[in-house]
């Protein structure tokens, strides 16, 4: 892609339009055989509940498309207002999972049958859109006093406010579903749910706040991560209600990141991470889970790192062995903590309307990471000895305010240690998309910036094989050389 350094050989191949809103971050498999023939493929969801299989190669064409709608099963529709509306149909939200040894895709899809919101894990062969396995209904239910419980001591899966934002993780045969809400439209809480792979059977499920509210994993559409033990890394948002949220660690645990682990058929918490201020982000509606957790592939200073973000406009190092569970006053028991802004929340000269906040999961390169961020420039961070250096902020400026200009979410392309590309996307606040280049040893130096058409939130461009796909409200658009 270092071709993007001049703006004459890189531009826009093509499109394709699609049937509803696009939340899902495309997929892209290589080399799939379909009855007509052997294809590169992207897979897209939709709002519309709408699975597309979309030849990567010639923009336009459509390989086949799933609906999951039919005459009992009608578009799903979710809480319309408020700052984080998804629109009036609500389908096809978090991104789906694909097993390649396989070829299954486990996708999350909502409907309304009989007058009732429907939230159901289906499995689909990436051949054809057919399905696999018979759909498991997300209906659990665990013990505690919180908001929604039926008054025995229950806290039910409540499917009409509970939203599928995040990406799904398949690891290590266990498919994770997490969920948020609907612009904090109560009674919801932050739940991981697990299923067997191979057959859908529900193993557990995990209630991050069973004796209060809130704390969602929405991470910006962003997914948990999984490690190659078996252990889920997620972050949550604010306790509800917002300025008397109910935060009790271990056990209620809203604005925390955590470590969960199935151990002896149970979602197990492993360990947590609960900033000094949590209580104070609550009340701000500043979610720590509005960025999800990167796993740092490289060691430093003997410490295997994840890094992430936060509303408050902060970057987090914690180490993934020893996360540091909750410190009052302080987060001195952490690797790193980098403030973005003059001061923190609880702080006089805290401005809770235009912190410098970061969405969905920072990107790693080489030793680097970055944070976009609304309000503010894109950050580039070097890890010394486990702690943040900052090197570099672009000149660019990225807007924030309502429900668009929300910041971009990165990712780097690049040949091994060279050749490097930090790619952003953005929705501005007229509501026009922009894809954006930077140079990864030095984000002050754009490279490459164009409108691609109608932008959406929480956009995530993917680059694959020398093309770039960013989608926009309902169209993928494809990038690379011109000739």
Same mark, same amino acid.
Request: glycine fraction near 14%.
């Given at each position: ?27 892209y498999v290589p080399g799939v055989s379909l009855t007509s023939g052997t294809y ?90 057919? @399905?696999?396995?018979? #759909?498991?209904?997300?209906? =659990?239910?665990?013990? *505690?006093? !919180?908001?929604?419980?039926? +008054? &025995? %001591? ?46 859908? @059977?529900?193993?557990? #499920?995990?209630?991050?706040? =069973?004796?209060?509210? *809130?704390? !969602?994993?929405?991470?910006? +559409? &962003? %997914? ?46 492993? @360990? ?212």
């Amino acid at each position: 892609m270092a071709a993007v350094t001049n703006g004459a050989n890189f531009g826009k191949l093509g499109t394709w339009t699609l049937d509803g809103s696009i939340y899902t971050q495309p997929l892209y498999v290589p080399g799939v055989s379909l009855t007509s023939g052997t294809y590169n493929v992207l897979y897209v969801g939709t709002e519309n509940d709408s699975v597309y299989a979309l030849n990567a190669d010639v923009p336009g064409s459509v390989l086949w498309k799933r609906s999951f709608l039919t005459a009992t099963a009608t578009i799903g529709h979710g809480y319309t207002g408020g700052r984080t509306s998804i629109g009036g149909n609500v389908g096809i939200t978090g991104t789906p999972v694909i097993d390649p040894a396989t070829n299954w895709m486990y996708v999350v899809v909502r409907t309304t049958e009989g007058g009732n919101q429907v939230q159901r894990l289906h499995v689909i062969d990436i051949t054809t859109g057919a @399905d696999v396995l018979t #759909a498991a209904a997300i209906n =659990p239910v665990v013990s *505690g006093t !919180g908001l929604g419980n039926d +008054g &025995a %001591g229950h806290v039910p899966f409540l499917p009409l406010t509970q939203n599928q934002r995040p990406a799904l993780l398949l690891t290590n045969g266990i498919v994770y579903v997490t969920f948020a809400s609907f612009s904090d439209y109560d009674p919801y809480h932050g739940w991981v749910i697990a299923f067997d792979a191979t057959s859908l @059977d529900f193993i557990d #499920a995990y209630n991050a706040t =069973p004796n209060g509210g *809130g704390g !969602g994993s929405w991470m910006a +559409g &962003a %997914g948990p991560a999984g490690d190659s033990d078996g252990n889920v890394y997620f972050a949550t948002g604010n306790g509800r209600p917002d300025a008397t949220a109910l935060f009790d660690p271990p056990n209620d645990l809203p604005n925390s990141f955590l470590k969960l682990k199935v151990i002896g058929g149970k979602l197990t918490l492993v @360990d947590y991470f609960s900033p000094y201020n949590a209580k104070c982000l609550s009340a701000d509606d500043l979610d720590l889970g509005s960025s999800g957790p990167t796993l740092i592939p490289d060691q430093f200073a003997g410490h295997s790192i994840l890094a992430l973000g936060s509303k408050e406009g902060r970057a987090y190092l914690l180490d993934q062995n020893d996360l540091g569970k909750f410190h009052a006053g302080n987060d001195s028991q952490i690797l790193s903590s980098v403030l973005f802004n003059p001061a923190a929340c609880g702080q006089a000269a805290f401005n809770a309307n235009a912190p410098l906040r970061v969405y969905g999961s920072p990107a790693y390169w080489n030793g680097n990471i970055y944070f976009g961020s609304a309000f503010g420039p894109l950050r580039q961070y070097n890890i010394s000895n486990g702690t943040l250096v900052k090197t570099a902020l672009s000149a660019h400026l990225y807007p924030g305010n309502g429900q668009t200009g929300r910041g971009p979410l990165t990712i780097v392309s690049a040949n091994g240690t060279a050749n490097a590309i930090v790619w952003t996307a953005e929705n501005d606040l007229t509501g026009k998309g922009w894809l954006r280049a930077f140079d990864a040893t030095n984000v002050a130096n754009q490279l490459y910036f164009t409108n691609f058409g109608a932008g959406g939130n929480f956009i995530i461009p993917m680059v694959i094989d020398g093309n770039l796909y960013v989608t926009g409200q309902k169209t993928v658009y494809k990038y690379g050389l011109l000739h």
